[in-house]
């Protein structure tokens, strides 16, 4: 059983920055692909990144490439979100989630976080 605990969420004006981190139990950290995904409200949820176990590989979705950064730190069993060029329609809450499949163009989760709450002011 793996937990995710997110924080670094809140509120920011458009155009501002946050960074979003996930800290997860477990001794396998390095061994899982570690996502991203949002939710905004009336909205299913969807995805925003992912990155390898190692950190080498990263994958994002077409609304947040070129400014959001996804990376790792398997010492410190934490994963974050870099978040620049912030837009009101980032608005949402996120949710970290770790996958066992191992590399997918389509994210598999096993586990998820409680979320974050971001909002983005215009």
């Known amino acids: 059983q793996v937990q995710l605990v997110e924080s670094g969420g809140g509120l920011v004006q458009a155009g501002g920055s946050l960074r979003l981190s996930c800290a997860a139990s477990g001794r396998t950290f390095s061994s899982y692909v570690m996502g991203w995904f949002r939710q905004a409200p009336g909205k299913e949820r969807e995805f925003v990144a992912q990155?390898?176990?190692?950190?080498?590989?990263?994958y994002y979705a077409d609304s947040v490439k070129g400014r959001f950064t996804i990376s790792r730190d398997n010492a410190k069993n934490t994963v974050y979100l870099q978040m620049n060029s912030l837009k009101p329609e980032d608005t949402a809450v996120y949710y970290c989630?770790?996958?066992?499949?191992?590399?997918?163009?389509?994210?598999?989760?096993?586990?998820w976080g409680q979320g974050t709450q971001i909002t983005v002011s215009s």
């Open positions: 990155i390898s176990g190692s950190g080498i590989s990263t």
């Open positions: 989630a770790a996958s066992t499949a191992g590399w997918r163009r389509r994210f598999d989760a096993d586990y």
